[in-house]
């Protein structure tokens, strides 16, 4: 499996190279789109992308935990955690399922 990871600046220039604003508009649509999503889930809003997936925000109570090296139980603060759930769309064109419910074959990358 790939190790690739997509960044900022790769998001800025495929939207500057589909869109066709100019390099600093594409960035700062990049950065607004960011900034609103992690925003939004910073007040505890569910974030919903169609056809991509939703984030949300959990709150995970107490707990004991063990330290696994030394086996002493510990205590696991409460906190808050991020919970992405992927789509079925996303879900299927990772999996490159046909309507059929048949994996097509895998294709080459261009």
């Given at each position: ?13 495929a939207v500057y ?53 030394t086996g002493e ?38």
């Open positions: 499996m790939s190790q690739n990871t997509v960044t900022r600046a790769q998001l800025s220039e190279q589909e869109v066709g604003l100019s390099r600093n508009e594409s960035a700062d649509l990049v950065e607004t789109v960011l900034d609103e999503i992690s925003d939004a889930l910073a007040r505890g809003e569910m974030v919903k992308i169609s056809s991509f997936g939703s984030f949300q925000v959990r709150q995970k109570g107490e707990r004991i935990g063990r330290n696994p090296k139980e510990v205590p696991i603060l409460p906190r808050r955690v991020l919970v992405f759930r992927a789509s079925h769309v996303l879900k299927n064109r990772i999996n490159d399922v046909q309507e059929g419910g048949a994996p097509t074959p895998a294709r080459a990358l261009s």
